[in-house]
């Protein structure tokens, strides 16, 4: 019952769940924001019919107790073979809508419904469509063979598995990179204002993803003997540290860029009047500045730090992997969505927000709740605690593990912070459900009287001045409180870093 | 030629070729897919099915 649940939960979450979100965002991305004619709608439909019958015909699988194999599906495991049918039409449904958001480009451009350069957030939602792309293909060269195996119609090498799939499995969390950094932006403008600090430099860092950031699936085949050193150090050090220093680079960014909107607002005032004086109580700010932080000190740190191939023989199969993982996927993306759903909701669907004052502590209870058990896990694992097994102190096995009694804290810590993202979860699907549902619609009355249930970007769009010694004085100073929280968390990465070699010095002794 | 075609060729011609590449997502396709193919997938195919096989002591 265990696995069973453990499938569930990682196929629901790491790929329909957040596949789903980013497709809307290519939708949104696409037609809606260049303002274009969508191709094809009807093929759009079909995608949309592929993808749900897919994931309902997992589930179902899973449920029905055929496809106890985990997320990752490892031969010799095997599943039924709808199982991996019902992935593969999951997979061609996301597949079309890529093509889709491609072709809206195309529609958008010969129409000349934009001038220039397609949009930043544009931009990082087709680094998210072609990273996608390579997700989905590596997804039907693993998961065809697969199907055909599982009806013993082939053979399988357990290592090429291991090797195409991960081309899937990790690469699509790349995906939600690409999204969240989009959605970062998006929410930059929409919340405070925010201004792009150098166009450029972003969309460079954008493209460092698509060219280097799939290359980071190795770190799952770093203890495995298939490969050597030369591919293992290529894939997740000299070439994915690019797509780290794209991460860092849309860290300060963002930020930077939130910064100087408020600043050319009027919130000047010494380092951070420009953090004190924002919008903490608009769950579009608030989820996304959560999101922002838990993804980078937290995810970001322990991402870098655990795909060392040295120091990721310590972390192997520990809770520190879903620990990191935690932090970036559910911390980072899935609260970024959250916060962007909530201008989402007033903007497209046009309802006002339910139950508006459980939607401003919402991002709260989510992204801490999660940092909470991300952080438990994290501990858990640096003492050895397993992941994927349902007794992790081994109780009945004929030997003890020598775990210290501070992992019941740990576990504790774990639970507590899982309840907390547990209960921010189900607030977020109620405030979802109800006010696509059941919402009351956003009029312009409504937005004059400033009515409860609509985000203060929506009710008065930021305002900013572009001329004036304000302006001139902003410009001059920078993003002076960014670049102190950058030096802050260049320290933590650091000291991070440091310790986790003094560890692996102590426990793997030389000579 | 027109003067306005003249125009669009002149300013096309302005854009820096980096920003031309950038607004290509063709291009960027394909160099996402070729640099994920050729050092991940591929490379590492090679070194998987070309392993030597292990002989017993």
């Given at each position: 019952m265990y696995y069973r649940f453990v499938t569930f939960h990682g196929l629901d979450m790491l790929i329909f769940f957040i596949i789903f979100f980013e497709m809307a965002i290519l939708y949104f991305a696409g037609p809606v924001l260049l303002n274009s004619r969508l191709p094809a709608p009807g093929l759009g439909w079909l995608s949309f019919v592929l993808m749900v019958v897919g994931s309902l015909l997992v589930n179902v699988m899973v449920y029905s107790g055929k496809?106890?194999?985990?997320?990752?599906?490892?031969?010799?495991l095997k599943a039924d073979p709808l199982y991996y049918l019902g992935i593969i039409l999951f997979a061609v449904g996301a597949l079309i809508v890529c093509i889709l958001f491609l072709a809206s480009l195309a529609v958008a451009r010969k129409n000349k419904?934009?001038?220039?350069?397609?949009p930043l957030v544009v931009f990082g939602a087709l680094t998210a469509c072609i990273i996608a792309i390579i997700t989905l293909l590596h997804g039907a060269l693993i998961f065809i063979p697969t199907l055909l195996w599982s009806m013993d119609l082939m053979p399988m090498d357990a290592e090429v598995y291991r090797l195409m799939f991960w081309g899937l499995g990790h690469s699509s969390q790349q995906i939600n990179v690409a999204a969240m950094v989009s959605v970062w932006y998006l929410l930059a403008g929409l919340t405070v204002?925010?201004?792009?600090?150098n166009e450029k430099i972003s969309r460079m860092a954008f493209v460092l993803y698509i060219l280097f950031i799939s290359m980071a699936s190795a770190h799952h085949l770093l203890v495995d003997p298939g490969w050597g050193p030369a591919w293992k150090i290529w894939n997740t050090s000299y070439a994915m540290y690019l797509a780290v220093l794209a991460s860092m680079i849309h860290g300060f960014t963002v930020p930077g860029g939130i910064e100087l909107g408020q600043r050319l607002r009027g919130?000047?005032?010494?380092?951070?009047e420009w953090l004190s004086k924002a919008p903490w109580s608009d769950p579009g700010f608030s989820g996304m500045m959560i999101s922002l932080v838990v993804f980078g000190f937290m995810g970001g740190i322990t991402g870098v730090t655990i795909g060392t191939e040295q120091i990721n023989i310590m972390v192997h199969n520990t809770l520190r992997v879903p620990g990191h993982f935690h932090v970036t996927v559910v911390g980072g993306t899935a609260l970024a969505f959250m916060a962007v759903s909530y201008y989402v909701f007033p903007l497209i669907f046009r309802k006002r927000v339910a139950f508006w004052g459980m939607a401003k502590v919402q991002p709260y209870f989510f992204g801490f709740g999660i940092a909470i058990m991300g952080m438990g896990m994290t501990f858990l694992g640096s003492m050895g605690v397993p992941r994927r097994h349902w007794d992790s102190t081994f109780s009945q096995a004929p030997f003890q593990p020598p775990f210290p009694d501070t992992i019941n804290l740990f576990q504790a810590v774990m639970g507590i912070g899982g309840l907390l993202a547990a209960a921010g979860a189900l607030m977020f699907i109620t405030i979802a459900v109800v006010t696509v549902f059941f919402g009351k619609p956003v009029t312009a009355d409504s937005i004059k009287n400033g009515e409860s249930g609509i985000p203060q970007g929506v009710l008065k769009l930021p305002a900013q001045s572009y001329t004036g010694a304000n302006v001139e004085q902003v410009h001059k100073e920078g993003a002076k409180g960014t670049v102190v929280l950058a030096f802050v968390f260049l320290v933590c990465f650091v000291l991070y870093y440091f310790v986790n070699w003094k560890m692996l010095a102590s426990i793997w002794k030389v000579g | 030629m027109s003067n306005e075609s003249k125009t669009k060729g002149e300013k096309s011609d302005l854009i820096p070729i980096g920003q031309k590449m950038l607004d290509s997502p063709f291009l960027l396709l394909t160099a996402g897919i070729v640099v994920m193919f050729v050092f991940y997938t591929l490379w590492g195919l090679y070194e998987v099915l070309f392993l030597p096989k292990g002989t017993l002591p």
């Open positions: 496809a106890d194999v985990m997320f990752t599906s490892y031969p010799p419904t934009y001038e220039g350069s397609i204002g925010g201004v792009v600090l919130f000047k005032n010494g380092l951070f | -």
